[in-house]
């Protein structure tokens, strides 16, 4: 609580007409806290006992829940930028099925074996899909 910001209510952003502040609590006026994302993240980070390992800027590609299995897409270190007319080039339209036109592009695959995952992710979460896929 020491790094909160009370938030008694929120703005609503019509879209049509200026925008309006809505009260979460008109009678009791009870309030909700807000914490930065950056602090949220550190307080979390420091509150892991040393023996967890955490992983970072890895895309999840998949889960196999079976084997407690995570599949992820790490970024390749960037090459040495080329010069013009020195480009590789494999005639395909977007460099293929994995070149430059692909997401993926750039990414090796790694596996890591996991005791618990946590999908702090956003909303259109890959956790969540992965969840929603596995056998129940």
Known sequence: MDVAIPMKGRMIH?????PQSQIYDPIRGQCINSISRPILN???LESLPEEIDTVFDVKLAKI???????????????????LPGQEDDD?????????EGSRDAGRDEIE?????????????????????????
């Open 64 to 82: 196999d829940w079976k084997t407690r299995t995570a599949y992820g897409l790490v970024k390749r270190q960037k090459p040495k930028q080329k």
């Open 91 to 99: 005639g395909k339209v977007g460099g293929g099925s994995r070149g």
């Open 112 to 136: 890591t074996q996991f005791d618990l995952i946590v999908g702090c992710d956003g909303s259109w979460s890959k956790v969540r899909s992965e969840m929603m896929r596995a056998d129940r």
């Open 42 to 44: 550190q307080r979390l």
């Open 14 to 18: 019509p879209t049509t007409g200026a």
